[in-house]
């Protein structure tokens, strides 16, 4: 997100990287099994994260067709079933980027950056 991209998602209406980036950290946030993005990014934080921070968790492609690719690096719980939670980012982040912003979204891709202990 270091050279600030810009979607038109409406004549006279746009939206940078950073804000796709949000959308995508805070809907993922949303589903059980997530604890953060990479980075220790959680729900509370994503907002005030700023770029740079954003930028090592959520990559947006635009591809030729005026749709986008989304690559987040996620934190999952211990004990969830990676490929489960995983097809539920997926969902989560597709639907509320293509609600908030009408972009169409082909695809997002999810890596798992690492696995959260328990604090029990």
Do not use: W
Request: glycine fraction near 8%.
């Amino acid at each position: 997100m270091a050279d600030k991209k810009v979607f038109s998602i409406k004549e006279g209406v746009s939206v940078t990287e950073e804000v796709i980036g949000i959308i995508s950290g805070l809907a993922a946030t949303e589903v059980k099994g997530v604890s953060s993005l990479a980075g220790n990014l959680t729900q509370d934080v994503i907002p005030k994260a700023g770029k740079n921070k954003i930028a090592k968790a959520v990559h947006v492609v635009s591809n030729d067709d005026e749709s986008i690719n989304i690559r987040l690096a996620v934190n999952i719980e211990y004990n969830f079933v990676i490929p489960e939670v995983c097809k539920s980012v997926q969902d989560k982040v597709k639907t509320g980027v293509e609600n908030m912003t009408g972009l169409d979204v082909r695809e997002v891709d999810i890596h798992i950056a690492t696995v959260a202990g328990t604090n029990k």
